[in-house]
């Protein structure tokens, strides 16, 4: 789907004549609403600020309307009769009309829960205050099956937000079933910012019982690499930030370089055996180089099948790493190479 062509669609849900709403329009918002993913949904709120009219009409029921040409509306009567106005006013300009929208608003779909977090990082506090009172409220009514949508966009965007992110992202890791939501959705997903999601997610140790099956059976090769490596190594890496390292200040020459922290992983000896066996079969030859890496470090028996295995690899990022190898643990390299 086009987000922009749809935002033009949408502008049309807007116009209030008398007021009264286009109900086509707001049938149209409706229809296409449901189709976006919570990245998606988070792009309206700008284009929808900057498309509403700007100067205020202040009520008899006390909120406010940002539609200068249609006169005092009557906004409580609107969502009582449009539950679906709710879900289009939660991106409003006015302050006053998204608190409403947050309190009223039906909380149904993965869009509409998608609304109700980004107004807990509203930069109206009274807004964020409603909101999290509002998702206090949904979120022990969600199963599972609710909360995989949103998982990936809280992992790499709820958590990082400044005003109300943290505490949104902590009130979900407290849900029961957030462990198990977790772990279905860097199985199940293909795509997206997965690797840096579950680097971050690994900083904490809450989340080690999943890393086997993740490695086995992620659909993405990232998600298994990232587990694999982990695993295989006993250490979970991820960025903590980012330091400049300066080649010339005369010329003002620098580099951004990533500041990598680390912190250890226990795993038994069986399950790093039966990863490194994995990863040496995996289809994709970027885990099948992370086996090779393995055995560069540790080195295997002599007529292991593995390194035969390897060392016939079509891949040539597996073969460089298995002549490597070679040259290591069975002769012919100094020991300034190795």
Known sequence: MKLNKDISRFDAAWQVANGKLDPFALSLFEERRKLLSPQQVAQLDQPFRSKAYRAPVRTASGVTSWFTKSGPVDWDAQFSRNPTFGLLAIHAADGHLRERAVQVAPMDDTAALTALLLRCNDWAAQVRKVAFSRLEAVLPRLNQAELVPLCL????????????????????????????????????????????????????????????????????????????ETLLTGHAHWTEGYDWVWHDKVFNLRQKVPRREKRAVEVSSATRAMMLRHAGQDKSAKLRSLAADYLITVGAPEGDGLVTSLTNDKAKSVQWRMTYYHKKWVGNLSAQES
Request: a positive charge; zero cysteines.
């Open 153 to 228: 966009f809280v992992l790499d965007r709820v958590a990082r937000w400044e005003r109300g992110g943290a505490a949104v992202a902590q009130m979900l890791a407290a849900h029961r079933d957030w462990p198990l939501v977790v772990k279905a959705t860097f199985l199940e997903t293909a795509t997206g910012p997965l690797p840096r999601s579950l680097r971050q997610l690994l900083r904490s140790p809450d989340h080690n019982w999943a890393l086997p099956d993740l490695a086995l059976h992620a659909q993405s090769v990232f998600v298994r690499a990232v587990t694999v």
